[in-house]
């Protein structure tokens, strides 16, 4: 939030409040696009979690080529738009790591989550901040580019997960058909 603000000051000179409203607005479609995905991508269509992963992460790198090459106020605010299902890769991450561990081990799972949560800011502040600083007057919007390079191996990930649990899948309904003819 630190370097999107010094972006918009730089890029676009808005002030203070207009850089509020901005969040404002970024916070409503992000919890509007969770919403969505949650009630229709997971429950309606049954999607599974790493697809809801892979949407939401695609939603964020698509998002950040816009913020990084934007040029008016008006293509600024199409960005949370197509940001919008961002927020859900955090609920599929831990819907994921919550379904292959034993409900005994669901505590430290999430203490896990939580402890890389805060410590992500640690990590990132600085580094966002410095690539800012040394991209400023080359290309503004480079650290936009940077956290689209860094989600694309959740896509990855997401995208192994996705084909790892069908094949487990197949190999299952095999040895059913196994049995079953047996």
Request: charged share 15%; with cysteine; net charge negative.
């Amino acid at each position: 939030m630190n370097v999107l603000y010094l972006f918009m000051r730089y890029r676009f000179n808005w002030d203070e409040v207009q850089f509020s409203m901005f969040c404002t607005y970024s916070i409503i479609t992000n919890l509007v696009g969770t919403l969505f995905s949650i009630s229709i991508f997971s429950d309606f269509m049954k999607l599974d979690d790493t697809v809801v992963g892979i949407i939401s992460c695609t939603s964020k790198i698509l998002a950040s080529f816009i913020f990084a090459f934007a040029s008016t106020t008006t293509e600024i605010y199409i960005a949370p738009l197509v940001e919008i299902f961002n927020g859900t890769s955090f609920i599929a991450m831990r819907s994921i790591a919550s379904k292959l561990v034993t409900s005994e081990e669901l505590g430290k799972v999430n203490s896990l989550f939580g402890l890389a949560e805060a410590m992500m800011p640690l990590v990132y502040g600085p580094l966002y901040s410095r690539v800012y600083m040394a991209t400023l007057t080359v290309l503004p919007g480079a650290v936009f580019l940077l956290g689209a390079a860094m989600t694309v191996p959740a896509v990855a990930i997401f995208g192994w997960m996705y084909f790892e649990q069908r094949e487990d899948t197949k190999q299952v309904e095999e040895m059913e058909n196994v049995n079953k003819d047996v």
